[in-house]
């Protein structure tokens, strides 16, 4: 069974940066792409980065662009989503996530199958 665990959400303020960490366990998670995804109050959950496999192919929303950093470790079974210059319009849970099969980039929610219980990010102004 597929299971993924993020970290490190929290309180930042306008202008700070944070790392958020996903770790998955139940397969070989080289062979598979990863994603974020974040859903505010009172909104849909929407994409925000995807990375490949071998992690040489990324894509992101144009929300994050030039902001937000995805990577992979994968000798460490992890996904990173590195966020900078964060702004209010950033607070929302973060959720990553896994698809069933398939090691490319995936920008639609359902292309993914596994998620994690998700991390709160709150940018305050």
């Known amino acids: 069974q597929v299971q993924l665990v993020e970290s490190g959400g929290g309180l930042v303020q306008t202008g700070d940066s944070l790392r958020l960490s996903c770790t998955a366990s139940?397969?070989?998670?080289?062979?598979?792409?990863m994603g974020w995804f974040r859903q505010a109050p009172g909104k849909e959950r929407e994409f925000v980065a995807t990375i490949s496999g071998n992690g040489l192919t990324t894509y992101y929303a144009d929300s994050v662009k030039g902001r937000f950093t995805i990577s992979r470790d994968n000798a460490k079974n992890t996904v990173y989503l590195q966020m900078n210059s964060l702004k209010p319009e950033d607070t929302a849970v973060y959720y990553c996530?896994?698809?069933?099969?398939?090691?490319?980039?995936?920008?639609?929610?359902?292309?993914?199958?596994?998620w994690g219980q998700g991390t709160q990010v709150t940018v305050s102004s």
């Open positions: 139940g397969r070989t998670f080289s062979n598979y792409g």
């Open positions: 996530a896994a698809p069933r099969s398939g090691n490319s980039i995936y920008s639609r929610e359902w292309s993914y199958n596994y």
